[in-house]
Structures are given as C-alpha cells and as structure tokens.
C-alpha cells in the first residue's frame, strides 16, 4: 500500500509561483511512475503533467507546458511541481497520484493511477 500525501498549496497573486510536493511512504512505491492532476468546483478532474519512475519521461498537459515543471527525488520526497507564471484558471485542487504504469499515453488517464493523495488546494488571485 502506498501513502501519498501533497503540501505546498496556498493563495498567490497572478503571475506568482508555488512548489508542491509529494510525499510517498509503504513498502511498494518503488517503481511508481507519478502524476498530478486537479480539480476546479464544478469541473472534472483533469491531468496536469506526469513523470517516469526515472524521471527520463515526462507528459505536459498543454495549458501548463512552459510554466509548470515536474521532477523527482527518488530519495527523499518524490515528487515536485514547480509552478510558475500562475493563472486564474490554475485555481482548484491539486492532487498528486501513482501508478506501475510507465507509458507516457496512459499517463494522462486517471483512471491508470491507483493511489491517490488527499489534495492541496491552490488559489491563484486576479
């Protein structure tokens, strides 16, 4: 069983930057290709970017790519979301989730994901 776990949401201002992270435990998370996906009110949850368990593949999704980063330490927490260059329309929750998968087309599906984190929200002000 993994355990996830997100930190680093918070209110920023448009154009501002955050960092979230997430933080994995449980005997088997090694291997784990990881994503993040969000969630606004009133709207499904949609893919955000995925890496590889070697950090060799990385998946945008189009609205972020050039503005948002992903990267991993497999030694410590595992899974960083560099955010910059935030906009109204990035407000909503953000989750972090794993995956044995490793091929970057399923990356995007969250229905390929089995552990889920909780969720930290992240407002972006106008």
């Known amino acids: 069983q993994v355990q996830l776990v997100e930190s680093g949401g918070g209110l920023v201002q448009a154009g501002g930057s955050l960092r979230l992270s997430c933080a994995a435990s449980?005997?088997?998370?090694?291997?784990?290709?990881m994503g993040w996906f969000r969630q606004a009110p009133g709207k499904e949850r949609e893919f955000v970017v995925a890496?590889?368990?070697?950090?060799?593949?990385?998946v945008y999704a189009d609205s972020v790519k050039g503005r948002f980063t992903i990267s991993r330490d497999n030694v410590k927490n595992p899974v960083y979301l560099q955010m910059n260059s935030l906009k109204p329309e990035d407000t909503a929750v953000y989750y972090c989730?794993?995956?044995?998968?490793?091929?970057?087309?399923?990356?995007?599906?969250?229905?390929?994901?089995?552990?889920w984190g909780p969720g930290t929200q992240v407002t972006v002000s106008s």
């Open positions: 989730a794993a995956t044995r998968r490793f091929q970057t087309q399923l990356l995007e599906l969250a229905r390929n994901y089995d552990y």
């Open positions: 890496i590889t368990w070697s950090g060799g593949n990385t």
């Open positions: 449980g005997p088997t998370f090694g291997g784990n290709s």
